[in-house]
Nanobody, 111 residues
Framework: QVQLVEAGGGLVQAGGSLRLCCAA?????????MAWYRQAPGKERELVAD???????NYVDSVKGRFIISRDNAKNMGYLQMDSLKPEDPARYYC?????WGKGTLVTVSS
């Protein structure tokens, strides 16, 4: 059974950075694609970035050039490095593997 736990969210000023982490238990991140989603209050959950088994990455246009998705196979962790955070980035961020979600970590950006 896959279990995911996100961490690393918090309050940051616009232009600042955060690094989100996703710890995976019951699943080998090296053998699965992984994705980060976010959901802001009153909005639909949206795909932010994903990384395939082969390491190819994809990003929603609004975060291209600012966010980087990665994983550490040895630690069985996934990451989302978020730089140049904007007032439109605040949301609860979730990682997902094989349709399983964590509880998310909250990102707040002050202007």
């Amino acid at each position: 059974q896959v279990q995911l736990v996100e961490a690393g969210g918090g309050l940051v000023q616009a232009g600042g950075s955060l690094r989100l982490c996703c710890a995976a238990a019951g699943s080998n991140v090296r053998r699965n694609s992984m994705a980060w989603y976010r959901q802001a209050p009153g909005k639909e959950r949206e795909l932010v970035a994903d990384i395939t088994i082969g390491g190819s990455t994809n990003y929603v246009d609004s975060v291209k050039g600012r966010f980087i998705i990665s994983r550490d196979n040895a630690k069985n962790m996934g990451y989302l490095q978020m730089d140049s955070l904007k007032p439109e980035d605040p949301a609860r961020y979730y990682c997902s593997i094989r349709g399983v979600w964590g509880k998310g970590t909250l990102v707040t950006v002050s202007s």
